[in-house]
């Protein structure tokens, strides 16, 4: 059988396992796209720095002094460092070495490169440059990585490496990754066995004292483990269950002795019971006949009180009468005291109306005074017209016939001024009539006004007051026929509960005389159980006994 820690580790070990060969194999990927895009680079680098100072050293030169020279001193370092295989060589346009690491093969044809084969083909029969790469071919059945670029004169310069060379280094990182692997899964092989044992340690423990309560041994013989995770959960749910369990086996023990103790006093009891049975019998007799007697007089008690019922319901129905012939007199009082309010309001607002007019035609009435003073101007006109018409009189008499015609005008301002002093003298009649018309009606007015001040308003808070004391003693009718029938439903209720009592009492007392009846018909019947109670009380006492040889059984 394997075990939770076997199953874990396993777990643990496997999944390492994965991880770390899924982690070695990208790596290693990565790290070869790396190494060789880093080669290519380094290759393409070095040829355009070759290229360059070729360019600077040979370019606008005609007569090419020591080129070979040259040459090899540009060429002969170009190359990956420390790799043999990394060589760079200058073909002209037709394909011959200019330059070579084997000095025999300088001025012959290159072959076996397709690439710069390809790229002299391209310039020679377009003559264009083409674009400098780095490219991957096979040269004289070796794999290799080919960077190249045309420069001065129509020369292509090339550097080579080989891809083996280039991966080389891949080889011993690969090594090295494996043996880190190894290292790593034998690391997580090791973890897993610790942390496997540290949890399996407490489940390991539990099981123990599972096994324990199934042997039914409630010692703590065993500790239960204690932790912060599910285990710990567990664990103080099997503690729990332990304490609850001996509780249990505590109680059924006590249960047990209480049981054989309970089976003893109830035989002592059963035979007390049967004698006591006997004596009851007579003394129920005598309660029947007491029980009789009592229930007759409680049958007049309760008559005397439904009498007393049906009067306090006359009088409260009495009583309501006069609260509902109250209410609706103070209703009426309202009434007529709102009424009286206001008639009151509008009396007294016409009464302002009436003396805001009033004041205003009095004011108005003194301007006719002003009349007068017109009146008297022009009278004053009048004589004056009345001079100047016989100054001009004498005038034109002293002018003799020359003056006629301001005769004739002095004639007419004489007419004009009688006028005018009939007509002052006419205003001033009008004006006297008109003063005396308005001294009598300022004085109605300001009768009118007294009287409504004096006597109307006054009335009218003599009746608001009256209408007052009539409501209140009105409302003191209603309180006083709120209160009796308060009391008088107290009553009620009192006579209801009274009455309630009494058929309580009567029912309890019919009830009493089926129960002794019933007591004494039954009194036989408890000595007959009682036998079979004390049959039952041993029964009882073997299954105690047998109750505690199941609990010895358990350790506590």
């Known amino acids: 059988m394997k075990t939770i820690k076997s199953k874990v580790a396993t777990l643990i070990a496997s999944t390492s396992v994965i991880l770390i060969v899924a982690v070695l194999a990208v790596s290693l990927t990565v790290m070869k796209n790396n190494v060789v895009t880093m080669c290519e680079n380094y290759l393409y680098d070095t040829c355009v720095s070759a290229s360059n100072t070729l360019y600077e050293s040979f370019y606008g030169d005609t007569e090419q002094v020591n080129m070979d020279v040259r040459i090899q001193y540009i060429l002969y370092n170009v190359g990956i460092q420390d790799m043999d295989s990394s060589k760079a060589y200058l073909v002209d346009k037709s394909g011959n070495f200019l330059y070579h690491n084997d000095p025999d093969m300088i001025g012959t044809q290159m072959t076996g490169n397709k690439v710069i084969q390809d790229v002299l083909d391209q310039l020679n029969s377009t003559g264009v440059m083409p674009t400098a790469d780095v490219k991957e071919c096979k040269v004289d059945g070796t794999q290799k990585y080919v960077a190249y670029m045309c420069t001065v004169n129509d020369w292509v310069v090339y550097v080579e490496a080989d891809k083996d060379d280039v991966l080389s280094s891949i080889t011993s990182i690969i090594t090295i990754s494996l043996i880190v692997g190894g290292l790593l899964i034998l690391l997580a092989v090791v973890i897993g066995i610790i942390v496997t044992g540290k949890i399996t340690k407490p489940i390991t423990k539990l099981t123990t004292v599972i096994n324990d309560i199934s042997e039914l041994n409630m010692t703590d013989e065993h500790e239960i483990p204690i932790t912060k995770d599910e285990i710990g959960v567990m664990g103080a749910a099997v503690a729990r269950m332990k304490h609850q369990l001996q509780e249990i086996v505590g109680d059924l023990n006590g249960i047990s002795g209480k049981l054989v103790s309970d089976s003893n006093t109830l035989y002592d009891i059963s035979e007390n019971v049967t004698e006591a049975s006997t004596n009851n019998s007579a003394t129920n007799e005598e309660l029947a006949a007491s029980m009789e007697s009592t229930s007759q007089s409680t049958e007049n008690v309760t008559n005397s009180v439904q009498d007393m019922n049906s009067s306090a319901i006359e009088v409260a129905n009495k009583i309501n009468e006069g609260t509902n012939l109250t209410s609706s007199a103070m209703d009426k009082a309202q009434e007529i005291h709102e009424r009286t309010r206001q008639a009151r309001e509008e009396t007294l607002k016409v009464y302002d109306e009436i003396k805001g007019t009033s004041e205003q035609a009095i004011i108005q009435a003194k301007e006719v005074q002003k009349i007068n003073e017109l009146a008297n101007a022009i009278q004053e006109i009048a004589d004056q017209t009345t001079l100047l018409s016989l100054n001009a009189s004498i005038e ?161």
Not at 413 to 433: D, K, P, R, Y
């Open 396 to 556: 034109a008499a002293r002018a003799g016939e020359q003056g006629r015609g301001f005769a004739v005008v002095a004639s007419e301002i004489a007419n004009l001024a009688s006028e005018s002093t009939t007509t002052g003298a006419n205003i001033v009649t009008i004006v006297a009539q008109v003063n005396t018309s308005v001294e009598t009606l300022t004085k109605c007015l300001v009768d009118a006004l007294e009287f409504l001040e004096n006597k109307v308003m006054n009335d009218y808070d003599a009746f608001m007051e009256s209408s007052d004391e009539y409501s209140s003693a009105a409302k003191n009718i209603e309180d006083f026929m709120n209160q009796a029938n308060e009391e008088v439903d107290q009553l009620k209720s009192a006579i209801s509960s009274i009455t309630d009592v009494m058929d309580s009492i009567n029912r309890n007392i019919n009830e009493c005389s089926i129960g002794i009846n019933d007591i004494a018909n039954k009194t036989t019947e408890v000595v007959e159980l009682t036998s079979e109670s004390f049959e039952r009380s041993n029964n009882c006492k073997t299954s105690a006994s047998e109750l505690q040889d199941i609990t010895s059984r358990f350790h506590i």
